[in-house]
């Protein structure tokens, strides 16, 4: 899996905050362009968010859905984005000693052409662009109020 690490200056319930607003996911997401619509039950294990991925007009419609939600530690995901395939997706956090967390997220083609891609092409494109999701997460995150 590719994963990155960023430390923040927020808590870690920020961050969870965050994680639990599916509305903000395409604040985040890098790719993602819109929300149609969130599961009431976002983001408990099966719920999902509608979405959509690209740039108007080539717009591809799909849906996300979590596999596994700890309001204390974060989210796995499986992110949709058909016809490229499927991605599971986990966002961790964990507190910093002195203050803030630190927040790990790690990526991984798991079906679809996707997946045939090689896994040091994968990570070459995964690693930058989570880093750049988790430079929007983080200003979400650093941006609420206490």
Known sequence: MATVTRDLSCPPSAVLAVLADGWSYATWVVGTSR???VDPAWPAPGSTIAHSVGI???LLDDVSVSRGWDPGLGIDLQARGWPAGEAHVR???RPRA???CTVTMSEDAVRG???LVPRPLRTAVLVPRNTESLRRLAYLAEGRPA
Do not use: K, N
Request: net charge positive; no cysteine.
């Open 35 to 37: 929300i149609r619509a």
């Open 56 to 58: 108007w007009p080539a």
């Open 91 to 93: 966002v961790g956090v």
């Open 98 to 100: 002195g203050g803030g």
């Open 113 to 115: 052409p996707g997946s």
